[in-house]
């Protein structure tokens, strides 16, 4: 079986990343990951578009020398380069995918364009050698929130997303409500578990009883309305002068109601697709309540749900190599005109049948 080694590059938000991964057959060998945060958002609550493409501007030349000197390998030992083109920031796309052709060039390299979705999907799999395809997958981040059925690499059926906000989104609204720092995922985990759970129940989003697999609503998620009920609460107890006390409480409501939800859309997927492994990506799977609370309710026999480790859960070039190296194995090289694209669909996604 043949070895791919492929250089990767992942800009398409506020982590500056580069790595080096090896694909032989369906088993990866991470070489080298490098990770820079850009923690200048913090002060703006949120990403800054512009600041983000000036970072990696000064960061990619640096991180991507670091990642071949940690792999023991220089550009030309690579078989290809991979970088993110889409979805994302279009200006801090560009950065990585220029700064990849022009290194493709001078170095004989070819530069495959990788969609940051499908990189999620491949994450898991360069830890467990088992998350392959069959599998249902809950992408869950601070821009998508997407539900698919994978039936094989390459082979994706979109069951349900978003209406509104992606999961990390409220997650990060809910927490700015309660007075915590950005990016409020982990934080808003760390006090819900110090809430008592019947304190504040939410309604679950979309979760209506005898919901039926041809209804529109059966695997979409939609946050707002639970933001807006947060949001009620928190006025509420700030005008009863007992915020302090309720902060964690409502929390954890937030968090139940959105875990509830989360997990029972998969099930329902899992379920309908027959499959016995459950793939979760994107930063919201980092929550280990989400973790655990899929776990219990997918548990018949054989049954086994995939959580990345947090490094590779959030954005990383780790997983873009993993995905450039499945596309690149499959003949696929970028157009010498390939350009970075803010929204575009995964390829080799089906729509829904609904
Ligand atoms: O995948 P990611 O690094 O970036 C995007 O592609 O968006 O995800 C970042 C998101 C943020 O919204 C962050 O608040 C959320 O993931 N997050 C979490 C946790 N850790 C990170 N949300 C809930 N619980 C966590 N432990
Ligand atoms: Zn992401």
Not at 9 to 26: K, M, N, P, Q, Y
Not at 276 to 299: I, P, S, T, Y
Not at 335 to 351: C, E, T
Request: proline letters at 6%; hydrophobic letters at 45%; charged letters at 20%.
């Amino acid at each position: 079986m043949t070895t791919v080694r492929v250089l990767s590059i992942e800009t398409s938000c506020d982590e500056t990343s580069a790595a080096v991964v090896e694909r032989t057959g369906d088993t990866f060998a991470l070489r080298s990951l490098v990770i820079l945060s850009q923690d200048v958002h913090r002060i703006f609550g949120g990403v800054v578009p512009e600041i983000a493409s000036r970072q990696h501007l000064t960061a990619l030349p640096p991180v991507v020398r670091e990642a071949l000197r940690d792999a023991s390998c220089d550009v030309q030992d690579c078989d290809a380069i991979a970088v993110t083109h889409a979805p994302g920031l279009v200006g801090a796309l560009l950065v990585g995918v220029h700064f990849a052709k022009a290194l493709g060039l001078a170095r004989s390299v070819p530069v495959v364009p990788v969609h940051h979705l499908e990189g999620h999907l491949f994450a898991t799999a360069l830890e467990h050698p088992l998350a392959t395809p069959p599998f249902t997958a809950l992408l869950v981040s601070g821009g998508h929130t997407l539900l698919l059925d994978v039936e094989d690499w390459g082979v994706y059926r979109l069951l349900g997303q978003t209406r509104d906000d992606a999961a990390g989104e409220a997650f990060d609204k809910v927490a700015k409500l309660l007075g915590l720092p950005y990016p409020g995922g982990r934080p808003l985990e760390l006090l819900a578990r110090e809430g008592d759970p019947s304190r504040h129940v939410f309604s679950r989003p979309m979760l209506r009883r005898n919901q039926q697999p041809e209804d529109a609503d059966y695997f979409d998620l939609s946050f707002s309305g639970l933001k807006t009920a947060v949001m009620l609460a928190v006025r509420a107890a700030e005008a009863a002068g007992t915020i302090d006390a309720e902060r964690a409480h409502i929390a954890r409501g937030f968090q139940d109601a959105v875990v509830d939800t989360l997990v029972a859309k998969t099930a329902r997927a899992a379920r309908l697709f027959n499959r016995d492994r459950v793939v979760l990506g994107g930063g919201v799977a980092c929550n280990v309540a989400l973790q655990h609370a899929m776990q219990r309710a997918l548990r018949s026999p054989g049954q086994v749900v995939y959580a990345p480790s947090p490094r590779l859960a959030t954005d990383n070039a780790a997983m873009i190599a993993a995905a450039g190296a499945f596309r690149f194995s499959a003949g696929e090289i970028g157009d010498p005109a390939f350009s970075a694209h803010a929204s575009m669909v995964i390829p080799g996604m089906l729509q829904p049948s609904r």
